[in-house]
C-alpha cells in the first residue's frame, strides 16, 4: 500500500478536518505494509546517453560493454546495424568509450598531437582493436594518475553460456524472446513460469535452433512451468525425477569435463506452503545423488526475498523462515554456492543460479529481462560437445550443362503429357472426377 504524503497536507488547510487527519493517521499506522509513494522507479538498465531503458527490441537495440557491463542503444552510439551484427557474428569484444579509452597521464598529450576521431567509440570490431593498439604502441605511460583497469579476456562462442528467465508467459513474449537468443545466443535456458500449456508446441515458441531438453508445465495452474531450453546442436537429454514439483533436470555432454553437466530448473510459487521447497529439495538431491561428481547449475524463481546471499542469513519476514532455510541448508547440503549478488525483482534476488563448481563461471550478471524479473546470465569454461551440422549438397548454377537440362525437361514434357492425357487418365485411372464422386 502507498499513501501520498501530499495528500495529508490538504487534510490539514481544510478547516475542521483535524478528526479526519487523527483517523487518515490511524489508518496509515495500521497498515502494516506502508510506504510513501515513491513515484515511478529508475530504470534499472538505462541507457548511457539518453537515460531510457534498454529493452530487448529488434528496432530499439541495445549493447552492453564488456568491461563495465553498463547499457547503451545502438542508435545513440550511432553505432549502424552492420557493426551490430558483426559484433554479434565474432567473438569480439565490445567496449564504451569510457572503459576503451587507457588511462593516460597528461604528457601524452604533449608529447602526441590529440587526434579527435581516434577515441571515439569505434566504427569497427577491427577499428576498436586498432584503437587499442595505436594507443599501446604510442608507449604506455610510465606513471597513471588511476591503477590500470582490468579488461576482461574476450568471450569465446563456444564456451556454455546459460540463462536464468522467469518468462511469464513465454507465447507472448516469443517476439523478445527470439531478439535475445539471436544477440545474447545462450547455449541453455533456465526457464521458470513458461505459463504453458500442453497444447502448446514447441515451434510455437521457439525458432528452430533451440529445443526443450525438458519441459513441465504447470497442470494445476496456468501459471508456473518450467523448462530447460538447449540450443539444438547440443545432445541434451531429460533426467526423470519422480516427483510433482515445478522441477526437471537435463544433462549436456562436454568435451571439456569428463562426463556431462547438470542443468536444474527449479520454481517455487509466491506462498507460504513449506512442503513445496520440501520437495523441491527432494528433486534437487535426487538429481545430485545421481551424478555425484558432476558440476551441477541449479537455477530459477525460487521468490524468496528474506534470505541475505552474502551472509547468508535470513532478514526478511515475508515468508515463513522454514523455507528460507530450507533452500540455504538445501545448497550447503548439495555444495553450492549461489552467484547472483545483484536484485533480480525489483530490489529483490528472487532468480537464483547455484553451481558446485564457482570455479568453471567466468562471470555472472544480471541483464535486462522480459517479464519483471531481471535475466541472469552466466559464461562458463566449460566446452560443450555439440553436433556436427549434417553435410548437404549444394548444386552451383553456373557448372550447369543449361542445354543438356532443356533438353532432357523438353522430352520429359512430351513424355509425360502423352502418357497423362485425359483419354488414358479417365480410362485407365480413376481420374480427378472419378476421385471427387468417390
Ligand atoms: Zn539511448
Ligand atoms: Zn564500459
Redesign the pocket.
Known amino acids: 500500500m502507498y499513501y501520498q504524503p501530499d495528500s495529508m497536507t490538504t487534510i490539514l488547510e481544510r478547516p475542521g478536518s483535524d478528526c479526519r487527519l487523527y483517523l487518515s493517521q490511524v489508518l496509515i499506522h495500521n497498515a502494516n505494509d506502508c510506504h510513501p509513494n515513491p513515484g515511478p522507479r529508475p530504470q534499472k538498465f538505462p ?6 531503458a ?1 529493452k530487448w527490441s529488434k528496432k530499439i537495440r541495445s549493447i552492453a560493454c564488456n568491461n563495465c557491463e553498463l547499457w ?2 545502438t ?2 552510439l550511432k553505432m549502424n546495424s552492420a557493426i551490430y551484427e558483426a559484433l554479434n557474428n565474432t567473438d569480439s569484444s565490445w567496449y564504451c568509450c569510457n572503459c576503451g579509452i587507457p588511462n593516460f597521464n597528461s604528457s601524452l598529450f604533449e608529447d602526441f598531437p590529440f587526434q579527435d576521431n581516434s577515441l571515439t567509440t569505434p566504427t569497427t570490431p577491427s577499428g576498436l582493436h586498432s584503437v587499442l593498439s595505436y594507443s599501446l604502441s604510442i608507449s604506455s605511460p610510465k606513471l597513471t594518475s588511476s591503477p590500470k583497469k582490468k579488461q576482461p579476456k574476450p568471450l569465446s562462442k563456444n564456451n556454455l553460456r546459460i540463462l536464468t528467465i522467469n518468462f511469464q508467459n513465454m507465447r507472448s513474449k516469443r517476439e523478445e524472446l527470439w531478439t535475445l537468443l539471436e544477440y545474447s545466443t545462450p547455449d541453455i535456458i533456465i526457464a521458470t513460469e513458461t505459463w504453458l500449456q500442453p497444447s502448446i508446441y514447441e515451434r510455437e515458441v521457439l525458432p528452430e535452433n533451440y529445443r526443450f531438453a525438458a519441459r513441465r508445465d504447470s497442470k494445476s495452474s496456468p501459471h508456473g512451468g518450467v523448462a530447460i531450453i538447449t540450443k539444438a546442436n547440443l545432445d541434451a537429454s531429460e533426467l526423470e525425477i519422480d516427483t510433482n514439483a515445478e522441477f526437471v533436470a537435463a544433462s549436456i555432454p562436454c568435451t571439456s569435463l569428463r562426463g556431462p553437466v547438470i542443468i536444474c530448473a527449479m520454481y517455487r510459487p509466491p506462498d507460504s506452503n513449506t512442503g513445496t521447497m520440501e520437495e523441491l529439495r527432494n528433486c534437487a538431491t535426487q538429481v545430485v545423488s545421481k551424478h555425484p561428481k558432476q558440476p551441477v547449475y541449479i537455477g530459477g524463481d525460487t521468490n524468496l526475498p528474506d534470505i541475505d546471499w552474502t551472509s547468508l542469513s535470513i532478514t526478511g519476514s515475508r515468508y515463513p523462515v522454514a523455507i528460507s532455510s530450507n533452500l540455504i541448508s538445501l545448497l550447503q547440503d548439495l555444495g553450492c554456492n549461489q552467484l547472483v549478488t545483484e536484485p533480480t525483482r525489483q530490489n529483490n534476488i528472487l532468480d537464483i543460479l547455484a553451481t558446485n563448481r564457482p570455479s568453471l563461471v567466468n562471470r555472472c550478471t544480471v541483464i535486462p529481462g522480459i517479464s519483471d524479473h531481471d535475466i541472469i546470465l552466466i559464461d562458463t569454461n566449460i566446452i560443450p560437445q555439440r553436433k556436427k551440422p549434417i553435410p548437404r549438397q549444394i548444386y552451383l548454377w553456373k557448372h550447369a550443362d543449361n542445354d543438356q537440362m532443356t533438353a532432357h525437361l523438353t522430352e520429359f514434357t512430351a513424355d509425360f503429357t502423352a502418357t497423362h492425357s485425359p483419354a488414358i487418365h479417365q480410362s485407365t485411372y480413376f481420374g480427378t472426377n472419378s476421385s471427387w464422386n468417390a
Open positions: 541507457c548511457q546517453v539518453c537515460s531510457k534498454c547503451f542503444h542508435d545513440c
